[in-house]
């Protein structure tokens, strides 16, 4: 479905991701794990179109999508939830919910959306008035993730779902995930969480400054040296 | 003290023109971070719009109205797709020059093709008519112009509040990159930013020329009470907007009145210059 091949993607002229390489096939959970600062989000952001790589070539389903917008990314199926969630603060939890499902026209497909949303994460049915700024950290985080799902996308890009969440709440929020998966929804997760992201993924990628070096199962993974020393302390 | 009822409700009619002029600022500022210093230059291009399509075609200057927000819409998303796209990718003092450089590019325009004289309409519906209302006497083309003001004002807050171009407009203030992972074209939405604000100075600029002087000039005096208008109000701010409007009509109008006309403009600068010190933020702002 998403093909990514040997991308190197620059910051102000300066190579951040020197050679990555993945792809994800329909309805698997990917996981790609790597050190702070060894290059995901870039990536995501990339496979986003705030991005674009300066060689290599990323493939949609088999369209070119290298040089693709943004807003071209979005409508072709493809959502990004960022690290630190990004919710609009002022903006109420449902209003924040329907910027989510900004480009889908039909009024019958959104409010379909906004129910399969408030089935996932309940809670936030019963806070759909309340500003998204005042949500708690979990709260928010599936507040950014059901935005993520309002357009019903193809592909979910999650960046670090667990990040500055409590461990009851980190464990909460890598079930929803799951579960997520299991109703057929694609996924390509990355995070700190090394062991659990990797358990649950059918895949996963290894990133270390800017380069993919290792591919395989979750259990692969999990057994390869660098995992076990740099992510497990092992 | 019998002047006082009158002034007041003469100050408050003006305080909604006041408020149409400081929304237009507020929605770019909102929506871009940055200030437009050719504001009063598009309230003078709305005024001179007016008056021209009045004149030479012999209709009602409110007839006008549509035509000037019309002006006004194009020559913001003119303003906007020419030049601020292109500022935005300078640094700060680029962008700061830049809209300055315009504000000087369409006065002296104006200059050059209008000459320096002050024009008046002399024809109209509302215009040299006034209501006697006890002791209270108000002068048409002020009460029109606020009524028409508050319903221009009640539709652009309309639009940006219960619309789904105006949540789109809203996010894409908030957080733009957050509001492209949203599928929002978010270069279009600044577009529309300077073209409702150039929308709404075209609006105010025709309500304006039912009872005021058009001149060359006339921008820089409503570009300085719109900054303090947004000041006070809260920067983005569209319910501060409004409020403070109305609050410096009152000052306008009560400092002309009971401490010298000459004095009424140094009170715009001053209730600026508290605000900016005692409270950054106006007094709606975040
Ligand atoms: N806007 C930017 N400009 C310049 N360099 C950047 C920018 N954003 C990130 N970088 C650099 O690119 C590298 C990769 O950053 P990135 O945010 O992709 O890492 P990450 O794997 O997501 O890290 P983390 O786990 O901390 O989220 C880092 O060295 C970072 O300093
Ligand atoms: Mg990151």
Known sequence: ?234 | MEMLVPTIISALLMGMLFALVALGLAIIFGVMNIVNFAHGEFLMVGMYTAFLTATVFSIEPLLTLPIAAMVGFLLGIASYYFLVRYLLKGPMLAQLLGTFGLMIFLRYLAMCIFGPDYKTLEQGVLIGKSIKWGSVVLSYPRLGTAVLSLIAFGIIYWLINRTRLGKALQATALDVEAASYMGIDTERMRGLAWGLGGATMGIAGALLTNFYYVFPTIGILFCMIAFATVALGGFGSIKGAFIAGLIMGLIIDLGGTYIGPHHKFALVYLTYFLVVVFRPQGLFGW
């Not at chain 1, 990314?73 to 910027?99: A, D």
């Not at chain 1, 709260?139 to 592909?155: N, V």
């Not at chain 1, 980190?170 to 996924?187: F, P, Q, R, S, Y």
């Not at chain 1, 062991?195 to 993919?212: H, I, K, P, S, W």
């Open chain 1, 1 to 234: 479905m998403l093909k990514v091949e040997e991308i190197e993607v620059r910051y102000s002229g300066v190579p951040v991701i020197h050679d990555v390489s993945f792809h994800v096939n329909g309805g698997e959970l990917i996981s790609i794990v790597g050190a702070n600062g060894s290059g995901k989000t870039t990536v995501l952001k990339t496979v986003a179109g705030t991005l674009h790589p300066t060689k290599g070539s990323m493939e949609f389903e088999n369209e070119d999508i290298s040089a693709s917008t943004t807003v071209e990314i979005v409508r072709k199926g493809i959502t990004y939830v960022p690290e630190e969630r990004r919710i609009f603060g002022p903006l109420s939890v449902e209003e924040n919910l329907k910027l989510g499902a900004y480009i889908v026209n039909d009024r019958e497909e959104m409010e379909k959306s906004l129910d399969y949303v408030y089935g996932l994460f309940p809670i936030l049915k019963t806070r759909w008035k309340q500003l998204g700024g005042t949500l708690s950290g979990g709260e928010q985080q599936m507040l950014a993730i059901g935005r993520g799902l309002m357009s019903r996308p193809k592909l979910l890009m999650l960046d670090e779902p667990s990040l500055g969440l409590m461990p009851k709440l980190v464990d909460e929020m890598l079930e929803a995930v799951a579960t997520l998966k299991k109703e057929g929804n694609t996924i390509l997760l990355v995070e700190q969480n090394v062991r659990e992201a990797l358990e649950m993924a059918d895949r996963g990628y290894v990133l270390q400054t800017g380069r993919t070096i290792h591919e395989g199962t979750g259990q692969e993974l999990l057994e390869t040296d660098i995992v076990k020393r740099a992510f497990l302390g092992l």
